[in-house]
Each structure stands twice: as structure tokens, then as C-alpha cells.
């Protein structure tokens, strides 16, 4: 399994990296999106550690992340 990056949009864009199987770097986003619930309960179980008072989600779109922000990048 490899550690893939995700971008999430539209309104708020948000990276995490996530093991999932069957998908690696040169996927498309087509096959990482098989994966929908997947890669939500992960996202959601992040913003409720971040945010343990509630939140609400109106609009959830992800795909691969081809450009990884330079700010964000581990050393």
C-alpha cells in the first residue's frame, strides 16, 4: 500500500497523506475517488480531533494532489 497525497476542495483546500490500497502516486484520480469513504472517515475523524466541539460539511470533493505546497512539505 502506498502513502498517497490527497487534495480536498472546493471552498477550503486541505492536503493529508493516506495509505490506500490499490492507489499509489501515478494513479488517476478516478481510482482514488473508489475510495470515497475511506478517505472521509479519515478526514473527518482529523477535523473532530481538531475540532471537538462539532463541525459540518456541506460539499466534499477530493483527487489526487499533483502539487504538494512547499510549505507544507516535510524535510
Given at each position: 500500500m502506498a502513502r498517497i497525497r490527497i487534495q480536498m476542495a472546493p471552498e477550503l483546500e486541505l492536503k493529508m497523506e493516506l495509505d490506500v490500497q490499490g492507489v499509489d502516486v501515478s494513479s488517476r484520480d478516478y481510482n482514488v475517488q473508489q475510495h470515497k469513504a475511506e478517505v472521509y472517515a479519515e478526514f473527518?475523524?482529523?477535523l473532530k480531533e481538531a475540532f471537538p466541539e462539532?463541525?459540518?460539511?456541506?460539499?466534499?470533493?477530493?483527487?489526487?494532489?499533483r502539487g504538494w505546497h512547499e510549505e507544507l512539505q516535510r524535510d
Amino acid at each position: 500500500m502506498a502513502r498517497i497525497r490527497i487534495q480536498m476542495a472546493p471552498e477550503l483546500e486541505l492536503k493529508m497523506e493516506l495509505d490506500v490500497q490499490g492507489v499509489d502516486v501515478s494513479s488517476r484520480d478516478y481510482n482514488v475517488q473508489q475510495h470515497k469513504a475511506e478517505v472521509y472517515a479519515e478526514f473527518e475523524r482529523r477535523l473532530k480531533e481538531a475540532f471537538p466541539e462539532g463541525l459540518r460539511i456541506h460539499t466534499f470533493e477530493f483527487g489526487l494532489d499533483r502539487g504538494w505546497h512547499e510549505e507544507l512539505q516535510r524535510d
